[in-house]
T-cell receptor, first 116, second 113 residues
Framework: GAVVSQHPSWVICKSGTSVKIECRSLDFQATTMFWYRQFPKQSLMLMATSNEGSKATYEQGVEKDKFLINHASLTLSTLTVTSAHPEDSSFYIC????????????FGPGTRLTVL | GNSVTQMEGPVTLSEEAFLTINCTYTATGYPSLFWYVQYPGEGLQLLLKATKADDKGSNKGFEATYRKETTSFHLEKGSVQVSDSAVYFCALTRGDSWGKFQFGAGTQVVVTP
């Protein structure tokens, strides 16, 4: 099946710094990528949808200036958590769609962010 | 709004036992329903799906039937293996919000030899 990678798999940073997370579709072109956030023992919450070459669409309640999303190519999307604070600590998961099936998305393994 | 509720885990079973994970949903219109599985250290993988009422999705011995009357999509497997140990997520999307998944909280399943 299609493979989506994320880098880094985990990151620890100091409060106030910015962190960039990469999401790559390795063997297919992803016209649409999604970013999710998962709190412990809770479901994945969709943060934003990004289409290659256009601005991301953010879900209600997600700060676009806080979570910067760039979808520079058909195989790469990045999420930058700016001026991170401890409450931003979470598990961030991306998914990518090749548009081959009904609502089918391929998920990355996730990135664990810990802000000290 | 849309929501998905699934049973809390962890669910601990012996090998060859019968597995059921309950999932119910709230949605307007006619959503598509999915089960995703997440093995340790890996991303979510599509396990099965159903796009309309009474459809049955099946894969790797797992089955789930789209029940509109009870708004449910319960996952079942007749005889689990240790390799089925994972976290299982029930999810839905609506046709008018393509790609926007609403996930349940996930249910951890632990199968012991």
């Amino acid at each position: 099946g299609a493979v989506v990678s994320q880098h880094p798999s985990w990151v620890i940073c100091k409060s106030g710094t910015s962190v960039k997370i990469e999401c790559r579709s390795l063997d297919f072109q992803a016209t649409t990528m999604f970013w999710y956030r998962q709190f412990p023992k809770q479901s994945l919450m969709l943060m934003a949808t990004s289409n290659e070459g256009s601005k991301a669409t953010y879900e209600q309640g997600v700060e676009k200036d806080k979570f910067l999303i760039n979808h520079a190519s058909l195989t790469l999307s990045t999420l930058t958590v700016t001026s991170a604070h401890p409450e931003d600590s979470s598990f961030y998961i991306c998914s990518a769609s090749a548009g081959t099936g009904v609502n089918e998305q391929f998920f990355g393994p996730g990135t664990r962010l810990t802000v000290l | 709004g849309n929501s998905v509720t699934q049973m809390e885990g962890p669910v601990t079973l012996s090998e060859e036992a019968f597995l059921t994970i309950n999932c119910t949903y709230t949605a307007t219109g006619y959503p598509s329903l999915f089960w995703y599985v997440q093995y340790p250290g890996e991303g979510l993988q599509l396990l099965l799906k159903a796009t309309k009422a009474d459809d049955k999705g099946s894969n790797k011995g797992f089955e789930a039937t789209y029940r509109k009357e009870t708004t449910s999509f319960h996952l079942e497997k007749g005889s689990v293996q240790v390799s089925d140990s994972a976290v299982y997520f029930c999810a839905l999307t609506r046709g008018d919000s393509w790609g926007k998944f609403q996930f349940g909280a996930g249910t951890q399943v632990v199968v012991t030899p």
